[in-house]
């Protein structure tokens, strides 16, 4: 099966950037989605096909995929900022062929 | 505006069977795939299986082969997902999450979770 793998926290002081990676074998070839889940709420998408913004979501919240590698990065964090991130891709070739990372808490200091 | 609103809590004993429902509204049903999800106590999160926008043709992953069915209806744009021979370590909260037409197409809206409880 194909494998995400995520650092387990990333800590950041306000104002300051956050950089969350997730690798994979190629994963440049694969288009990422990531998620943020606060506690007790459902995932929530945050960026989508490596670098998209849903509506609503700041534009803070960005991504890249290059390599074996991609990152979400938060520009200026918040407070509200806070919360576990997933990347997610597909791959046609494993199984399970929906495949989550392994999930990255942000805390804000 | 989107909803999909997932039915209450359940406590199950081992062996039993669990039946979840993710009621949707806002957009065209039988135009879209649903997944389902878990995620375990504390744990990330687990993908279980998608089905179709026709609702004939589910894909489960291998874990889950034989004990899981995922069915809609598409007269109230309702999914469900059954789950059978629970175990302990089938506890966990269970969502249903939305898909568009093309495979790689991200989980764009999900529901609020289910908490199954599987328990002597």
């Known amino acids: 099966s194909y494998v995400l793998t995520q650092p387990p926290s990333v800590s950041v002081a306000p104002g300051q950037a956050a950089r969350v990676t997730c690798e994979g074998d190629?994963?440049?070839?694969?288009?990422v989605h990531w998620y943020q889940q606060k506690p007790g709420q459902a995932p929530v998408m945050v960026v989508y096909?490596?670098?998209e913004r849903p509506s609503g979501i700041p534009e803070r919240y960005s991504g890249s995929n290059s390599g074996d590698t991609a990152t979400l990065t938060i520009s200026r964090v918040e407070a509200g900022d806070e919360a576990d991130y997933y990347c997610?891709?597909?791959?046609?070739?494993?199984?399970?062929?929906?495949?989550f990372g392994t999930g990255t808490k942000v805390s804000v200091l | 505006q989107v909803h999909l609103v997932q039915s209450g809590a359940e406590v199950k004993k081992p062996g039993a069977s669990v039946k979840v429902s993710c009621k949707t509204s806002?957009?065209?049903?039988?135009?879209?795939?649903m997944h389902w999800v878990r995620q375990a106590p504390g744990q990330g999160l687990e993908w279980m299986g998608i089905?179709?926008?026709?609702?004939?043709?589910?894909v489960y992953t291998q874990k889950f082969q034989g004990r899981i069915t995922m069915t809609k209806n598409m007269s109230t744009s309702t999914v469900f997902l059954e789950l059978t021979s629970l175990r302990s370590d089938d506890t966990a909260i269970y969502y249903c999450?939305?898909?568009?037409?093309?495979?790689?197409?991200?989980?764009?809206?999900w529901g609020q979770g289910t908490m199954v409880t599987v328990s002597s």
């Open positions: 999450a939305r898909r568009d037409r093309a495979a790689a197409d991200p989980f764009d809206i």
């Open positions: 806002g957009f065209v049903f039988s135009n879209y795939y």
């Open positions: 089905i179709n926008p026709s609702g004939n043709s589910p």
């Open positions: 190629r994963i440049e070839g694969k288009s």
């Open positions: 096909d490596d670098s």
């Open positions: 997610q891709v597909w791959d046609s070739t494993s199984d399970p062929s929906y495949v």
